[in-house]
């Protein structure tokens, strides 16, 4: 039970506030992440992560039993769950998925704001353990231990400093790399692609265009992009 305690003690431990520098600097970082086509096409599976567990969670919360979360090989994936075909419930499972990676990116900040770096990462390797529970084939295991193992790692042996810097660049990551994640889908979606998407399907259970949840999708991550960003350099609210 001793490492119990221990694991507490450091998920809850408080750290000064971030350094303005440190901010900038893995904001910096996250941008040429996401801006890069290589290193993007390799987050972006820790954002379809998100995305799908978005899904996940608002559907176990609406009522629907999960089947699994599959992850394909050109780093889409889909969360299946049973439940009514039409309704609120999975209009709002739908709703989810695009704006999750930047409302967890904009809680990530927030508790770095707060002063718990450490409490950001433990809640990610929470976060990845429930998906380990609903995910299906060996793509999907991979990418979550290739984002559980380093992040326990760096959570269990690193300095402040250092929990401070991956728990920004994690955030950054995530609110910068959402935005990225909805042009593709609206790209997409002039180019005659992606008619199965979250936005397609809700324009079919609503009658509301697609191009207006793209919209959506888009103003809320595009809004948590600037609110985590000002918590994250400390700008005042």
Same mark, same amino acid.
């Given at each position: 039970?001793?490492?119990?305690?221990?694991a507490?003690?450091?998920?809850?431990?408080?750290?000064?506030?971030?350094?303005?520098?440190?901010a900038?600097a893995?904001g910096?970082?996250a941008?040429?992440?996401?801006?890069?086509?290589?290193?993007?096409?390799?987050?972006?599976?820790?954002l379809v992560?998100?995305?799908?567990?978005?899904?996940?969670l608002v559907?176990?919360?609406a009522?629907?039993?999960?089947?699994?979360?599959?992850?394909?090989?050109?780093?889409?994936?889909?969360?299946?769950s049973?439940?009514?075909?039409r309704?609120?419930?999975?209009?709002?499972?739908?709703?989810?998925?695009?704006? !999750? =990676? #930047?409302? %967890?990116?904009?809680?990530? $900040? +927030? *508790? /770095? &704001?707060? @002063?718990r770096?450490?409490?950001?990462?433990w809640?990610?390797?929470?976060?990845l353990?429930?998906?380990?529970?609903?995910?299906?084939?060996?793509?999907?295991?991979?990418?979550?231990?290739?984002?559980?193992?380093?992040?326990?790692?760096?959570?269990?042996? !690193? =300095? #402040?400093? %250092?929990?401070?810097?991956? $728990? +920004? *660049? /994690? &955030?950054? @990551?995530?609110?910068l790399?959402?935005?990225?994640?909805?042009?593709e889908?609206a790209?997409?979606?002039?180019?005659g692609?992606?008619r199965?998407?979250?936005?397609d399907?809700?324009?079919?259970?609503?009658?509301?265009?697609?191009a207006?949840?793209?919209?959506?999708? #888009?103003? %809320?991550?595009a809004?948590? $992009?600037?609110?985590?960003?000002?918590?994250l350099?400390?700008?005042?609210?």
């Amino acid at each position: 039970m001793s490492w119990l305690v221990e694991a507490w003690a450091r998920a809850t431990a408080l750290a000064p506030p971030l350094p303005l520098l440190t901010a900038a600097a893995t904001g910096l970082v996250a941008l040429a992440v996401v801006a890069w086509h290589p290193s993007w096409r390799a987050w972006r599976t820790a954002l379809v992560l998100a995305h799908e567990g978005g899904h996940g969670l608002v559907a176990a919360l609406a009522g629907r039993r999960l089947r699994g979360i599959r992850l394909h090989p050109d780093a889409s994936a889909v969360t299946v769950s049973v439940g009514p075909a039409r309704g609120p419930g999975v209009v709002a499972v739908l709703l989810a998925g695009y704006p !999750a =990676p #930047a409302l %967890v990116g904009l809680g990530a $900040a +927030a *508790l /770095l &704001a707060a @002063g718990r770096p450490a409490a950001v990462l433990w809640a990610v390797l929470l976060a990845l353990a429930l998906l380990a529970v609903q995910v299906r084939g060996w793509r999907a295991v991979g990418a979550l231990a290739a984002t559980a193992l380093p992040t326990a790692a760096v959570t269990w042996w !690193a =300095p #402040a400093p %250092v929990l401070q810097s991956v $728990a +920004a *660049l /994690l &955030a950054w @990551g995530l609110l910068l790399g959402a935005p990225r994640g909805v042009a593709e889908l609206a790209r997409s979606r002039r180019g005659g692609r992606g008619r199965g998407s979250d936005a397609d399907q809700l324009a079919r259970l609503t009658g509301v265009p697609g191009a207006v949840w793209v919209g959506v999708f #888009a103003l %809320v991550v595009a809004a948590a $992009a600037v609110w985590g960003g000002s918590l994250l350099l400390g700008v005042p609210g």
